[in-house]
C-alpha cells in the first residue's frame, strides 16, 4: 500500500477518535449507580453521571420490574430526573456528604485531564491541516508533531478514565454510600474506543512520517533517499 494511502487512513482514524472523545467528554453517562430497592411499588433514586454533570432520576419500580436484591433500575425507565453541574451530590445526610467530597476531588481532576486531552487534539489537528495545506510542497514534517500529540491526547484520555474509574470503585465500595450496583455506561465506551484510536493511530502516524530507515547497515537514515509520500 502506498505510504500516502497509508497517511490518509491514519488520519481518518483520528477523525473518528477525535469523535468518539469529544462526544464522551460532554455527555453524562460514564457511569450508572443504583441503590436497593427493597420493596415494589416504590420510587427509588438512580443516578448517572459523566465528567461535568450528575443527574439523579426518580423511578418507580412497579411489581412487574421489581426484583428482591436488585438495585433501581434500569435507567431508561420513566421518572423525574434533576441534574447539576460540578456540584456531584449535594451534601446533606452523612452517606451524600461522603459522595460529593469523592466526586469533588475525583470528578474535578478527571475532568481536567480531558481538558488537556481536548487541548492535545486541537494541536494535533492544527498540524494535519498545516501539513495537508500550503503552496508547492506539502509539509509533512508537520506530520511527526501530530502523530505526537494525538498520541498525548490518548494518554490523557486514559488516565481520565482511570481516574473516573477509581472514583465509581471508591463509591461502591464504601459502606457509607447507598449505591450497591453499578456499570459504565455507553459514554465510557466512547472515551475507552478514543483512547485506543488516538494512541495507537498517532504512533502509528508518527511512525509513518518517520524518514526511511537505511538499506545498509552503515548507512545512517540522514544518509538514506526520502521515501516519496506523493
Request: charged content about 20%; proline content about 4%; hydrophobic content about 45%.
Amino acid at each position: 500500500m502506498h505510504k500516502r494511502t497509508k497517511i490518509n487512513i491514519a488520519i481518518f482514524v483520528l477523525v473518528v477518535g477525535m469523535a468518539c472523545m469529544f462526544t464522551a467528554v460532554v455527555t453524562d453517562y460514564w457511569a450508572v449507580l443504583s441503590p436497593r430497592v427493597n420493596h415494589a411499588n416504590e420510587t427509588c433514586e438512580a443516578a448517572h453521571f459523566g465528567l461535568w454533570m450528575l443527574c439523579k432520576k426518580h423511578i418507580y419500580i412497579s411489581s412487574e420490574k421489581y426484583v428482591e436484591g436488585h438495585g433501581c433500575g434500569p435507567i431508561n425507565l420513566p421518572g423525574e430526573e434533576n441534574c447539576t453541574y460540578f456540584r456531584h451530590f449535594t451534601p446533606g445526610q452523612d452517606a451524600e456528604i461522603f459522595e460529593y467530597k469523592t466526586q469533588k476531588e475525583y470528578n474535578i481532576s478527571a475532568a481536567a485531564i480531558s481538558i488537556f486531552s481536548l487541548a492535545f487534539m486541537i494541536l494535533g489537528s492544527l498540524c494535519l491541516i498545516g501539513s495537508c495545506t500550503g503552496k508547492g510542497k506539502r509539509r509533512d514534517y508537520l506530520l511527526k508533531p501530530a502523530g505526537m500529540f494525538f498520541a498525548f491526547a490518548g494518554l490523557c484520555a486514559f488516565i481520565s478514565l482511570e481516574v473516573m474509574r477509581q472514583s465509581v470503585k471508591r463509591m461502591i465500595e464504601s459502606e457509607d454510600t447507598i449505591w450497591i450496583e453499578h456499570y459504565y455506561s455507553w459514554s465510557f465506551a466512547c472515551a475507552c474506543t478514543g483512547f485506543v484510536l488516538l494512541f495507537l493511530t498517532g504512533i502509528a502516524l508518527l511512525i509513518l512520517s518517520m524518514p526511511q530507515m537505511p538499506k545498509n547497515p552503515w548507512e545512517t537514515c540522514m544518509d538514506a533517499e526520502p521515501e516519496p509520500v506523493e
